[in-house]
């Protein structure tokens, strides 16, 4: 099993550009999730989904979109990127909401 | 008030040390607890779930006090390979679940 998997491991962006983090998982989980990670803070969550075709907004939802269209697969996209965006961006997925939560490698991305 | 919060460190100790890590929490609605640990540039990995009677493994024991509001991590004959940051890790439950991350614990483990 290769558990939780991310695309790509880095990027740097402008102001301005697009772009879109794949994450994928093979533990048959329900729950996935992404978080971004910055110095001093913890991991703050931007969105999750309960299952395919479902998502739902975290607590720093602005400036992303997330889909779901596969039980595997949950797609991060920033449609305007900001330098605020800059950030390490972990997806993660769990069998239920209660249960332990298996991170992937994480997303370093710049955006200058 | 953070919901879940922290001791930053770093802590500087020596290979063999005992050190302890604290982490309070502030809903009363919390319902399951963990310790995560995050090697540097790394993803977090589950160390620990923490159980209301306290649980052990190896050297490291966890233990939750709900009337107080804070678990702990004891790490014993700290080693090398213990240098990393310690996450706690909350789940509230409110109508539905919510996990909060704690900012970590930086340990730097010295030979």
């Known amino acids: 099993n290769a558990g939780v998997t991310q695309t790509p491991k880095f990027r740097v962006l402008k102001t301005g550009q697009s772009m879109t983090l794949l994450c994928a998982q093979d533990?048959?989980?329900?729950?996935m999730y992404w978080y971004r990670q910055d110095p001093g803070m913890g991991l703050r969550l931007i969105h999750y989904?309960?299952?395919?075709?479902?998502?739902a907004k975290g607590e720093v939802p602005d400036g992303y979109n997330v889909s779901r269209l596969k039980k595997q697969n949950f797609l991060l996209g920033l449609e305007s990127a900001a330098p605020s965006q800059t950030s390490v961006y972990f997806c993660?997925?769990?069998?239920?909401?209660?249960?332990?939560?298996?991170f992937g490698p994480g997303t370093r991305l710049t955006v200058l | 008030r953070k919901e879940v919060e922290q001791d930053p460190g770093p802590f500087n100790v020596p290979e063999g040390a005992t050190v302890a890590f604290n982490c309070t929490y502030s809903?009363?609605?919390?319902?399951?607890f963990f310790w995560y640990r995050q090697d540097c540039r790394k993803e977090p990995k589950l160390l620990m779930s923490?159980?209301?009677s306290g649980n052990e493994d190896g050297r490291f024991t966890a233990q939750l006090n709900r009337a107080s509001q804070y678990i702990s991590l004891l790490i014993r004959d700290s080693k090398l390979s213990d240098s990393a940051t310690y996450l706690c890790?909350?789940?509230?439950?409110?109508?539905?679940?919510?996990?909060?991350f704690g900012a970590g614990t930086r340990l730097f483990v010295k030979a």
């Open positions: 993660a997925s769990s069998y239920s909401a209660a249960d332990t939560q298996y």
């Open positions: 533990m048959n989980h329900e729950y």
């Open positions: 989904s309960v299952g395919e075709g479902t998502t």
């Open positions: 809903n009363s609605a919390s319902q399951s």
């Open positions: 923490v159980y209301s």
């Open positions: 890790v909350v789940n509230i439950y409110t109508g539905g679940f919510k996990t909060i």
